[in-house]
C-alpha cells in the first residue's frame, strides 16, 4: 500500500487504540510504581491499593462488589474460565451446557472442548438476525441444565441479545447464566442484578485501553476450578502477577467512556447510520447483516452478492481503509462464518460479507471516502466474478433501505 494514501481505520470492534489520557495515567505504573501487588513491603502494598481502587471502580459499572472481579489477560481466558471452571468445579449431576449459535469461538470451542469431557451440549439457535429465540432457548432449558452462555452484542453482526429476559429463565430454572460482555461493557448499560448474570466477560482493549488486561465477574458464593495454578492470586481462582499498569489502564478507560456515553453514542450512530444508507442504496445486491435496531452502535455487517468479502478488504486496504470479514479471531480462516451461517445464510452468500466497525476517532470525512470507494471497489470485484450470473443487471439495486 502507497504511504501517501489517508489511513482509516475502521475494525474498531476488532481492537481500539488506546486513549492518550490512558496512556499518561499507565506511564507511572510502568517505571515509578512498578511494585508487585503480592509483596508485603511498600512498594507492593502501594500496587495493591492502586489495584483495589480499579477494582472497585470496573465493578461498579456493572452494579457488582470489588470481590467478585477477577482479572484475566484477555476475554478468551474469562470466557475459558467461566465455562470450564464452572463446569469442572460443578459437583452436581447436571451435565447440560447451553450456548447460542452466534457466540465467539472461544465460547463454542470452550464448549466444544467440555463435550469431549463427558458434557452434552446444545446449541440455543436464532433467528434471521442473530437474535436468540428465547422460545428454543425456554425449550432446551431443563433439570439437567449447569449453564448457560450468551454472547451480549455479536463481535460480527452486532446484534444485542435480550440478555435480561434470557437471565430470568436461567434464575427460575436455578441455571448458571454467562454473558461474554466484551463488545459491550463501557460502552451500553449492563446490570448483573437486574439482569440476572452470574458470569460476565469483559475486555480493556474494546473500549480504548490497554491489550492483555480484562476480568471475569464471577457472583458471590458460585465456585469455580482455576485454569492456572501457582501463587494464588485473585483469591486463589486465577494465579499470576497482576497487570497493575494494564488494570490502571482499563479503570481509566472505562471512566473516559462512561463520561462520554451518550455523545459519543450519538455521535457514531450518526456517521453509523449515514454509511448504511448511503452503502445499501448505491451498491446493487448489498444487504445488512444483523439486527436493524437492536444492535451495538458501532457495528456494522454487509453483505455483498457475487463477491468475497476477503478480496473486497483486501481491495479496500489497497485504499488505505482497515475493516474486516469477521471477527479478528478467526479471520485468517477460509471457511464461511459460523455466526452468518446461524443466521440461515449460505455458504457464498456468508463468504461475501464485511464487516465495518466505527469508534471514537471515525470522522465524517472518513466515512465519506469509503462511501465513494467501497462501490468502485465491489463494482471492479463483480466484472471478474465467477458467482455473477450472465445476465445481471448489476446497476439496479435490488435491497430496501433499512431503519437503523
Known amino acids: 500500500m502507497a504511504n501517501h494514501l489517508q489511513k482509516i481505520y475502521l475494525d474498531y470492534a476488532s481492537t481500539t487504540p488506546v486513549d492518550p489520557a490512558v496512556v499518561q495515567t499507565m506511564l507511572p505504573y510502568l517505571n515509578q510504581d512498578f511494585g508487585n501487588p503480592a509483596s508485603i513491603h511498600w512498594a507492593g502494598q502501594s500496587a495493591y491499593e492502586t489495584v483495589e481502587s480499579a477494582r472497585q471502580k470496573l465493578a461498579h459499572a456493572i452494579k457488582a462488589q470489588s470481590k467478585e472481579i477477577i482479572f484475566t489477560s484477555s476475554a478468551t481466558e474469562s470466557n475459558n474460565l467461566a465455562l470450564k471452571g ?30 469431549k469431557q463427558g458434557f ?20 432446551l432449558l431443563d433439570d439437567n441444565t449447569l449453564l448457560v452462555s450468551v454472547i451480549h452484542a455479536s463481535n460480527e453482526i452486532g446484534t444485542i441479545q435480550p440478555i435480561a429476559e434470557i437471565g430470568k429463565l436461567c434464575r427460575a430454572n436455578n441455571t448458571v447464566f454467562h454473558v461474554d460482555g466484551a463488545q459491550t461493557y463501557g460502552k451500553i448499560p449492563i446490570d448483573v442484578n437486574q439482569m440476572k448474570i452470574d458470569l460476565l466477560t469483559s475486555s480493556a482493549h474494546k473500549i480504548y485501553g490497554p491489550k492483555g488486561i480484562a476480568f471475569l465477574y464471577k457472583r458471590e458464593n458460585l465456585k469455580l476450578t ?16 497482576l497487570n497493575v499498569p494494564g488494570i490502571v489502564g482499563f479503570a481509566k478507560a472505562l471512566e473516559v467512556a462512561l463520561k462520554n456515553q451518550k455523545k459519543e453514542s450519538q455521535d457514531i450512530i450518526q456517521l453509523r447510520n449515514r454509511l448504511s444508507t448511503k452503502i445499501l442504496k448505491t451498491v446493487p445486491y448489498s444487504y445488512l447483516n444483523g439486527h436493524p435496531k437492536h444492535r451495538v452502535y458501532n457495528i456494522l455487517n454487509f453483505r455483498f452478492d457475487f463477491i468475497e468479502g476477503e478480496s473486497l478488504a483486501l481491495g479496500l486496504d489497497q485504499h488505505g481503509i482497515a475493516v474486516s470479514t469477521g471477527s479478528a479471531c478467526s479471520s485468517p480462516k477460509l471457511e464461511p462464518s459460523r455466526v452468518l451461517l446461524a443466521t440461515g445464510l449460505t455458504a457464498v452468500q456468508a463468504h461475501g460479507s464485511l464487516r465495518i466497525s466505527l469508534g471514537r476517532w471515525t470522522t465524517q470525512q472518513e466515512v465519506d471516502k469509503v462511501i465513494q470507494v467501497l462501490p468502485k471497489v465491489v ?3 463483480r466484472e471478474i466474478s ?16 433499512t431503519n437503523l
Open 86 to 115: 464452572l463446569a469442572l468445579a460443578s459437583t452436581s449431576k447436571k451435565k447440560k451446557i447451553i450456548i447460542s449459535a452466534v457466540e465467539h469461538d472461544c465460547v463454542f470451542e470452550s464448549a466444544r472442548w467440555l463435550a
Open 120 to 139: 452434552e451440549l446444545a446449541i440455543a439457535p436464532v433467528d434471521q438476525y442473530g437474535m436468540v429465540q428465547v422460545s428454543k432457548l425456554k425449550e
Open 226 to 241: 482455576p485454569l492456572l495454578h501457582g501463587g494464588s492470586q485473585e483469591w486463589g481462582i486465577r494465579s499470576s502477577t
Open 379 to 381: 463494482a471492479s470485484l
Open 386 to 401: 465467477p458467482f455473477k450470473p450472465e445476465k445481471l443487471d448489476l446497476k439496479h439495486n435490488s435491497c430496501s433501505s
